[in-house]
């Protein structure tokens, strides 16, 4: 009752900051809304090449998401919070007078706004595609209240367009923010032309390893889990990362990435230089591209990883749980390309046969990144750049 209360308060002042701020003239502006800056900081790369005078603001949502998009010098960028006063009344200005809104997330705010008629709202999400459920389709649904339930709804309203990768996307987004054909852009995902430009591959996988000498050389397992609240995925997993590491050869480095939403560090074991914790390297798909082999469960990034064509084992060691709570979108073993483990023990007998069918993960590969061709990037800012002269 009482955080309904203070949700219902915020929303309150929110809607009326904004309706104050859009009584000021519209401007010809781009206004990213950024919870996961890769797919923005690739449209704005490519953005500067063809409008360079045009004006990108960054909202951050966190901290964290500020200090990766200032990193790369990409304009405006403002700590969207109101722990930040300053900034959070510049960001909603900013958004009251913005022409075009890129979203790559759920932001609560939206369900309290109306933005001016001719400007265009872009969701560009921060995955390619999705094994757990979300949005309308969410297993929490039923523990909301009727009122939590509409503010959904009312913001996944908000979403004029949609950007996918694949065929199966567009059923998903239809699905869960109950979008309709004509609103889904077939531009692929931006952060997945990475894995076509090859000088940039080259220049990425030497700044890692110059950060990092001690994985040259070595065979690289990356163990990715998903965001499980509470649960920081490794000290509460039933991975015991001594126990594989022993039944391992000495070549392997095994490196940990907990999800960005995780603020705890992963406390390994001390392992001799062969278990690493990369959670603060802010880049997955760069990680990616010195991986041989992906551990993960519920994640978007085999999605990802596929690009790549190298094997993945599944590791889902409370599936029944996970399950109940989250949900899929289909029967998890048929989705996932790679062998399932739940136990550490199956993990590493897995590990010890390395066969692995990657005809399999070719076959994913096409189902789930149709669109993403190496253009994705060119294709939204193009789009951007369109409605901004409209």
């Known amino acids: 009752m009482i955080r309904e209360f203070a949700i219902s308060l915020y929303l309150t002042l929110f809607s ?28 704005y790369e490519e953005l500067k090449k063809t409008a360079d005078d045009k004006r990108c603001i960054f909202l951050a949502a966190t901290a964290q998401t500020k200090e990766m998009l200032e990193e790369k010098q990409i304009g405006q960028v403002l700590e969207f919070t109101p722990r930040k006063p300053k900034a959070f009344l510049a960001g909603i200005r900013h958004l009251a007078t913005a022409k ?5 997330n759920y932001f609560g705010f939206l369900s309290s706004i109306t933005f001016k008629p001719n400007v265009k709202v872009l969701q560009i ?53 109950s979008i309709q054909e004509r609103q889904i852009m077939h531009t692929g995902i931006p952060r997945t032309d990475i894995f076509f430009d090859e000088t940039r591959k080259k220049e990425t996988i030497t700044k890692i390893y110059s950060e990092y000498p001690q ?22 997993s039933n991975l015991d990362i001594k126990q594989l590491k022993n039944r391992l050869g000495e070549d392997i480095v095994i490196l940990i990435r907990l999800h960005p939403s995780i603020k705890e560090k992963a ?11 990369v959670s603060e390297y802010p880049y997955i798909n760069e990680l990616l591209l010195i991986t041989d082999l992906l551990i993960t469960d519920y994640s978007s990034i085999p999605f990802e990883y596929s690009f790549l064509r190298r094997p993945m084992i599944f590791f889902p060691y409370d599936l029944e749980e996970y399950a109940k709570d989250r949900g899929f979108w289909t029967d998890y073993d048929k989705l996932v390309p ?14 010890a046969k390395n066969e692995y069918d990657l005809n399999r993960i070719d076959t994913f590969h096409k189902r789930w990144n149709e669109y993403s061709t190496g253009q994705s990037s060119e294709k939204v800012a193009a789009l951007i750049i369109e409605w901004l002269n409209d």
């Open 16 to 43: 009326l900051l904004f309706r104050i701020s859009s009584l000021f003239p519209q401007q010809k502006k781009i206004v990213f809304c950024v919870s996961f800056p890769e797919n923005s900081m690739h449209i």
């Open 100 to 104: 075009v809104v890129i979203l790559d």
């Open 125 to 177: 999400w921060h995955a390619a595609g999705a094994i757990k459920t979300f949005g309308l389709k969410d297993s929490s649904i039923q523990n909301r209240t009727s009122k939590a339930n509409q503010r959904f709804k009312d913001v996944y309203s908000q979403f004029q367009y949609v950007i996918t990768g694949s065929h199966e996307m567009d059923h998903i987004f239809h699905e869960a923010f």
């Open 215 to 236: 994985f040259e050389n070595k065979r690289i397992l990356l163990y990715a889990p998903t965001f499980r609240g509470e649960n920081n995925g490794i000290t509460n």
């Open 267 to 277: 406390h390994l074991p001390e392992m001799d230089a062969a278990v690493y914790d």
């Open 338 to 351: 790679g062998p399932v483990a739940y136990t550490t023990a199956e993990l590493a007998d897995i590990l």
